[in-house]
């Protein structure tokens, strides 16, 4: 055998070797560790359960001819499949179960003494759990059992997410629209006839065997000492080309007897198999060594990054197309949308064709078919095939096709995510390495994280397909050069130990489900509706039925993402979703039983009094509230009491307190309301949309409680001038002797101002601004449900107002409105201030301002908008109003209503008194509104103006009609 390497070939009269008579475990596994491994592989060596779940091939294409013609006679039909269990040997279902449970057990209570033993019991522990869940699955499929096939499914392949619905439908709308992709021409290699030739010329299962050995031997993938390479086998009994690696069997690149490829296929599958699946898969196992051998299943990873590396290759590199519009994964993502939402097959099929119609014939996504003419329909035939393959994969795993289960066979979905997964890994730079098996196999607390670099793999990127195609491939199929030839003589190990592909001696059980309605979630009382709304139920009730229930209740409100309405945060880290958990059950309030709570919530406090240039950072007061707005109505009480304590020395009235403030947030209003003081609102003008020094000052009188100037404005995003109204009311003292104090509402700018506007005098540099309320959950990145409130000194709050409660041996001030608050948001807060420090805050931040930038740009170019605010100089956002002379048959109220219809919740409304004649929009750029994003926003806004100028003058929607929102 030399050069190590084994080929199988599909031979009838000889038989060299056998799997079973190969050791393909890590020589340095213990003993001990080897024989668990072993009676895993015995258990286990029959469960796919793929196959089980998996329609019978012959008889699935009858359906899809069935559905072909049910479709083109515009009736309803949806197939009937029958399922094969295929298995080398038969197995009760029950024993091996509790062997596998047992052998669990045995696995987790085994005491590593080799180090070498480490990676591999973690890896073994994990496959003996997922192999649970497919026995599951199977007695599930067996039996009918519902709630435990989606079980099984929920811990196998759990279920998608909003985010990746609203991914899949980008990419859609993107590849329906008009063709402006920049061509990769100058980046292609080959040229119209080249291309025209490898389309052409087909190859069988002996000539991939041979491109796949030539690309192989490239990468040195075939050397087989110490169970290192690769090998192949032409097989009857496959149905494609897979590579595949168990435990059990040596790691074989599986080709079927009958396979018939172009050249463009043949290239593509060299690339994708090779260079994308095995090269990887050979760089973890030089990384992660023994661990490796035994793994979870980390397919989706492998296939995901050889895909976009295929797609990279063939559209930029060698065919020279337009970039990968990414059609197919985001269709299969929204079949799948729709299978866990119940469609029928028929459904799904009938939606992809219609889906497929709209791509092919670049019809927008949002524009009916029967509008055009003939055109349209020549792609019909090309868009039932593709909408089958799609169907036929998400509903191969239904018991009945029309979908009373209301669930999907989610293998596909897991994929589909981990595409994006590998997208970020590759963002990272790590798109080279398998580090999902990494992680599951905790080798990567061993590995220095500086070394898993490019650099560092054995096996680099050569795109060693390229050379193939233009140096081998193509001079062949040109009569240039003797292909087998040259492949032979040059590439071929020289001497190949031949094996028989012995005919598998099993008999195939056919097992025909018969199909009935069955009892879903949605047939339960609970799911359906409650007895009522508006009173507790006499008896109780399924906890996941009610929970089905809720959950679909709450899809009607929007999507977070898409909210350009709210100052609040709507993307968090991981961390700070395990933090929340880890607290959810934490009063704040209850100093004394947790303490640290406490201690955390005192270091945020001088944190932010620090940040805001407090005299004394340390010693000043502060506490957090369950919003600014508590915050707000906390400073303005703390100004009340100040105020009334010095009439009362100066022996004056004190019935009459009143509040000087812009437009600012309804906080304050109630805050009046409740506390007895006359709020002054200065009115706005069309030209000043802040209070100004100079518009504040016709309101101030001795009665004066202190003045709001606000760090965000909610209407316009924009700051106002804390430094001049400051400057203006030193003035006031030294004409009238009136000492009035400024309360700054920074409830968005707290924790904006900071870090993009450093030098902004606003804070407590200014010794009239005695304090300073803010959001943590707006621009703090906080969970919903903190704000805070901090005195420049201690002194600036009255004792009054103050509480204290004795923990930690001493006594602790407390002032809030409330008396029970959770503590997690502050944890939560604070680890916001560690983890990001004044660096990330401000590279944020930075960010978010930019793509503000970038969509108001996009706003003004349209040429009917004027900008009011770009996103510089204050709040990451914008806001913009229609021009005065734009000649439209629409408002804004109409551009907010018709932009519901694709999730986007966009503000529009009139602004206060004196300048509600003016009418803007406005949005907020927050953390997790990516440029990505931006793009479709603008894109969908885009849409929607060309909408309305078609659609004429059908009446405009006033401002109640559209439901506008004006700040959260």
């Known amino acids: 055998m030399q050069n190590g ?30 024989t668990l491994i072993h009676e895993w592989e015995d258990l286990t060596r029959n469960l796919n359960v793929v196959e089980i779940v998996t329609p019978d091939r012959t008889l699935a294409k009858k359906q899809k001819e069935k559905i072909f013609a049910a479709y083109d006679a515009q009736k309803e039909y949806n197939p009937e499949f029958v399922y094969k269990w295929l298995q080398k040997h038969p197995f009760n279902l029950n024993s091996t179960k509790k062997k596998l449970e047992t052998l669990l057990k045995k696995i987790k209570s085994f005491k590593i003494v080799d180090q070498n033993d480490k990676g591999g019991k973690t890896a073994l522990y994990q496959c003996c759990k997922d192999n649970l869940e497919t ?17 099984a499914l929920n811990k196998k392949y759990p279920s998608g997410d909003d985010y990746l619905w609203l991914l899949a439908n980008s990419y859609y709308q993107l590849a329906t629209e008009e063709d402006d992709t920049v061509q990769h021409e100058n980046k292609s290699t080959l040229d119209t006839e080249e291309k025209k030739l490898l389309k052409q010329k087909q190859f069988n299962a002996q000539d991939i065997s041979e491109a796949f050995i030539w690309l192989l031997q490239k990468y040195n993938f075939l050397n087989f000492d110490n169970q290192h390479g690769y090998n192949l086998l032409i097989s009857n009994d496959e149905d494609f080309i897979d590579v595949r690696e168990k435990s059990w069997q040596p790691l074989t690149i599986f080709i079927p007897s009958d396979s018939k490829v172009d050249g463009e296929k043949l290239l593509r599958l060299m690339y994708h198999q090779i260079e994308g699946l095995v090269r990887q898969n050979m760089n973890c196992r030089q990384l992660c060594e023994n661990a490796n051998e035994l793994k979870t299943d980390d397919e989706t990873l492998h296939e995901n990054h050889a895909k976009r590396l295929e797609n990279k290759f063939f559209n930029r590199e060698l065919w020279g197309d337009e970039e990968e ?34 791509v092919l014939a670049k019809i927008p996504a949002d524009q009916d078919l029967n509008c055009y003419d003939g055109q349209t329909w020549v792609h019909l035939e090309e868009a039932k095939e593709k909408a089958w393959l799609i169907a036929y994969r998400i509903m191969r795993g239904h018991l009945d096709t029309k979908n009373k289960l209301s669930f999907a066979f989610r293998k596909d979905l897991a994929y589909l995510r981990q595409y994006l997964v590998d997208e970020m890994f590759n963002t990272l730079g790590l798109n080279d390495l398998d580090e999902e098996i990494v992680i599951k196999t905790n080798v990567f607390a061993n590995l220095n994280r500086n070394l898993i670099k490019i650099g560092n793999l054995k096996y680099p990127f050569l795109n060693a397909t390229k050379t193939y195609c233009l140096e081998i491939l193509l001079p062949k199929i040109k009569g240039q050069t003797q292909w087998r030839a040259l492949v032979c003589a040059n590439f071929f190990p020289r001497s190949l130990m031949i094996i028989k592909d012995e005919k598998k001696n099993r008999k195939d059980a056919s097992m025909h489900i018969p199909f009935r309605e069955i009892d879903d979630p949605y047939g339960s009382r609970e799911s359906q509706k409650p007895e009522s709304q508006y009173k507790i139920p006499e008896k109780e009730s399924n906890g996941k039925d009610i929970y089905n229930y809720l959950h679909d209740e709450l899809l009607l409100d929007g999507n977070a993402k898409q909210n350009l309405t709210t100052f609040c945060t709507t993307w968090l880290e991981p961390e700070i979703h395990k933090l929340m958990n880890d607290s959810i059950a934490k009063n704040l309030v209850d100093k004394d039983e947790y303490p640290q709570s406490a201690a955390i919530e005192l270091r945020c406090v001088h944190m932010l009094a620090d940040l805001w240039h407090s005299p004394e950072a340390k010693t000043t007061l502060g506490t957090s509230t369950v919003g600014s707005s508590e915050a707000a109505e906390l400073g303005g009480l703390a100004m009340k009491w100040r105020w009334r304590k010095m009439r009362e020395k100066q022996g004056k009235d004190t019935s009459k307190p009143n509040l000087v403030c812009g437009p600012v947030q309804i906080c304050w209003y109630k805050f009046a309301r409740y506390f007895d003081v006359e709020i002054r609102s200065v009115p706005l003008e069309n030209n000043r949309l802040e209070m100004t020094a100079e518009s504040m000052m016709p309101y101030i009188d001795e009665n004066t409680i202190g003045v709001v100037p606000t760090l965000g404005v909610t209407y316009t995003c924009a700051y106002e001038n804390v430094k001049q109204i400051s400057d203006a009311l030193d003035r006031i003292q030294t004409e009238k002797g009136w000492d009035i104090p400024i309360h700054v509402d920074a409830a968005s700018g707290g924790f904006v101002a900071p870090f993009l506007q450093p030098d902004l005098e606003w804070d407590f540099k200014l ?47 407390t002032f809030n409105l409330n008396f029970s608050k959770p503590a997690g948001q502050v944890i939560a807060q604070y680890y916001n201030l560690l983890r990001l420090g004044k660096e990330g805050y401000t590279k944020i931040q930075s960010e978010c301002a930019k793509v503000a930038k970038y969509v108001t740009d996009g706003i003004s170019k349209m040429g009917i908008f004027d900008i009011l605010y770009d996103g510089q100089n ?57 440029m990505d994003m931006a793009d479709l926003f603008l894109s969908d806004f885009a849409r929607t103006v060309e909408f309305l100028r078609k659609r004429g003058d059908c009446g405009s929607l006033s401002e109640a009609e559209a439901s506008s929102f004006k700040h959260t």
Not at 135 to 151: P, Q, R, S, V, Y
Not at 898 to 923: C, E, H, K, T, V
């Open 135 to 151: 026995l599951k699955l199977i007695e599930g499929f067996k039996f009918k059992k519902e709630k435990l096939i989606k079980a």
């Open 325 to 358: 519009k990414k059609v197919e994964i985001s269709l299969y993502v929204l079949a799948i949308n729709m299978a866990e939402k119940g469609a029928s097959f028929y459904q799904i099929f009938s939606k992809m064709v219609e889906n497929y119609l709209h």
């Open 5 to 34: 390497f084994i080929f199988f070939h599909q031979s009838k009269d000889e038989l060299s070797c056998d799997f079973k008579d190969q050791e393909f475990l890590p020589q340095k596994f213990s003993s001990e560790l080897k």
């Open 874 to 930: 204050a709040l990451p956002g914008g806001c913009w109003s229609l021009k005065k002379d734009a000649k439209v048959p629409f408002n804004l109220f109409d551009i907010t209503d018709r932009m519901r219809n694709r999730g986007w919740l966009l503000p529009s409304y009139s602004m206060p008194p004196n300048a509600q004649d003016l009418i803007i929009q406005r949005i907020l750029c927050r953390h997790g509104f990516s």
């Open 767 to 813: 010794p009239r601004v005695k304090s300073i309320n803010t959001s943590g959950h707006k621009f703090g990145l906080s969970p919903l449900g903190v704000g805070w409130v901090i005195w420049r000194e201690a002194k600036d709050l009255p004792e009054d107002l103050i509480f204290y409660v004795n923990y930690l041996g001493g006594n602790e001030a």
